[in-house]
């Protein structure tokens, strides 16, 4: 593959692509691995949303992605848990934003996935109501818990809760060549019946196969009166390949798997360096 050139350096051609969308990853793209906003991508990205529609997609729940998006100055709905839930922001007068996609992880696979998780003794946890909930209080859910700013509830047996549907469910791995075994392991036992992705390093995560973070952000691009193919869309991670491979123009940051870059038309620099707002600068956004 032809190595991609720096968005700084390597623009579509003049008029042939001007973004009524920005579609944008929190970790790893957005924010870096630390929990930090460079203050140049905070203040490039509340320019940008206060003219055209900014939309945040992200594997968070949506009660963490939330907090970066009032950071940020978003206000459009969140595509949150990987494209399977899609929903409003808070209104003005504080009352909740509405739902406006779900699509939660079937009962068989996420029973099957919980299994498997036991038998290797990987840390697994479910969310219901916007709720993370596990079995075990192991490193890894605080590690988890530390990353999306959301306290973890402890229960007894997860295979009855999710009976009654969880919106996905990840095991998170500390041991990165454990993490590439768990995703071949979990992709093999679950093919057809569950998507399995990869978005933070330590995250495998598990999802209904018709989820993905294009399919979230289409939906709010309808709504905006857009398609994501007048989108400009940046990310990272295997989670972003299908939201790269379909607006009408991706970034992907430099450091990201093969896989991520073959789906991007260009590259930019990591969040500590602030790689957002150079791409939105780059395409006359500011």
């Known amino acids: 593959m ?13 008029g042939a692509f001007v973004p009524r969308v ?23 990205v509340r320019s940008v949303a206060a003219r055209i529609p900014v939309i945040v997609a992200t594997g968070r729940m949506y009660r963490s ?9 978003v206000h459009e709905p969140l595509v949150c848990y990987q494209g399977a839930m899609v929903r409003d922001t808070p209104r003005q007068d504080g009352s909740p934003g509405r739902t406006i996609f779900e699509q939660p992880l079937r009962v068989v696979p996420a029973r ?18 916007d709720e993370l909930l596990c079995e075990q209080d192991r490193p890894e859910a605080r590690l988890y818990s530390h990353i999306s700013g959301v306290n973890f509830r402890l229960v007894p047996d997860l295979e009855p809760l999710l009976e009654r549907g969880t919106t996905k469910a990840a095991c998170v791995i500390e041991d990165p060549a454990e993490v590439d075994r768990a995703s071949a392991l979990m992709a093999h036992e679950l093919a057809g019946s ?22 979230g952000c289409a939906i709010v691009c309808q709504q905006l009166g857009y398609s994501l193919a007048e989108a400009v ?3 990272d991670a295997p989670n972003d390949v299908e939201l790269l491979t379909a607006a009408g123009y991706s970034v992907a940051v430099a450091s990201s798997r093969p896989e991520v870059l073959a789906a991007a038309d260009a590259t930019c620099a990591p969040p500590e360096e602030g790689g957002v707002a150079d791409v939105l600068e780059a395409l006359g956004l500011l």
């Open 2 to 14: 032809t190595p991609l050139r720096d968005i700084r350096e390597s623009l579509p051609p003049a």
């Open 22 to 44: 920005a579609v944008i990853d929190l970790d790893g793209t957005t924010i870096d691995y630390r929990q930090q906003l460079h203050p140049r991508v905070r203040d490039a």
């Open 65 to 73: 992605a939330l907090t970066w998006a009032e950071e940020l100055g």
């Open 112 to 129: 099957r996935a919980l299994h498997i998780a036991r038998e290797q003794n990987w840390h697994f946890q479910a969310y219901q109501n």
């Open 194 to 215: 569950a998507r399995v992705t990869r978005s933070n390093p330590e995250f495998v995560e598990i999802l209904d196969p018709g989820v993905s973070k294009a399919v």
């Open 233 to 235: 869309a940046i990310g």
